[in-house]
């Protein structure tokens, strides 16, 4: 017998999976607007300051597992960062350290791009700053902080994630998170990187690093919670 109901909780079914598809599709589309680094480091394990290439949003999804609002937010905001404290010349991946707030993204693309490591005092996670990072260029001490402009974000997405982080979305509610999420990355890779991030100077900037272990990896944290099925976990 004919149910329109579950005709209709089907039809729902489809169409967000069709919605999804499209924004995966959009987003991957839209990373053909290159974002790209030039970095320099040394040439062997006790090399020389000469070896140059090119890092990319491909490289930075590669390393860090998949591409992401979070993701093209990090490599955008220290984009502009990096303008500040290299102007035209290469990123020197030896001269850096840097400050990230905890999001596994965030710290991803700040460790890949800056070489910053805890054990080599060139890397720590903090909440207590404004912004997303604090990057210092170590041989003259300048240092800035970049931030992610006002009414940037929609709302929806940090609400969402805060209950996806307590594991009380259901598959199609984490569907439609993701869907804001692709949708927010190709906004972001539609504008420029100044119109979205502030960078500002940070005089007389003191590195005290702290180990904090306890911070939460949240994009793992529903790696087991099946697809969406009419709605139901």
Not at 109 to 118: D, K, P
Not at 147 to 166: C, F, H, M, Q, Y
Request: charged residues 20%; proline residues 3%; aromatic residues 10%.
């Amino acid at each position: 017998m004919f149910c329109p109901k579950k005709y209709n909780i089907s039809t729902k079914r489809i169409l967000k999976i069709i919605l999804l598809v499209l924004s995966v599709t959009l987003l991957s589309c839209s990373t053909s607007r290159k974002i790209s680094f030039t970095t320099i480091d040394t040439d062997f394990s006790k090399g020389r300051l000469n070896y140059i290439q090119k890092i990319t949003l491909k490289d930075l999804t590669k390393f860090h597992g998949h591409l992401c609002d979070g993701l093209v937010e990090g490599a955008l905001s220290l984009q502009l960062a990096m303008k500040e404290l290299f102007s035209n010349q290469p990123i020197d991946r030896t001269n850096l350290r840097i400050v990230s707030k905890p999001s596994p993204c965030l710290t991803d693309v700040a460790i890949y791009l800056t070489g910053g490591r805890y054990q080599f005092n060139s890397f720590y996670v903090d909440t207590v700053f404004k912004g997303l990072y604090i990057i210092q260029r170590i041989d003259n001490k300048k240092t800035v902080v970049v931030s992610r402009n006002e009414n940037v974000k929609p709302t929806a997405i940090d609400s969402l994630g805060l209950l996806a982080t307590k594991q009380l979305l259901t598959p199609c509610g984490l569907d439609s998170l993701k869907i804001l999420e692709n949708n927010y990355a190709i906004y972001l890779l539609k504008h420029k990187p100044e119109e979205l991030f502030t960078v500002t100077l940070v005089d007389n900037f003191i590195w005290h690093p702290a180990l904090n272990n306890n911070f939460i990896k949240t994009d793992i944290l529903n790696k087991k919670i099946k697809y969406c099925n009419n709605g139901k976990k």
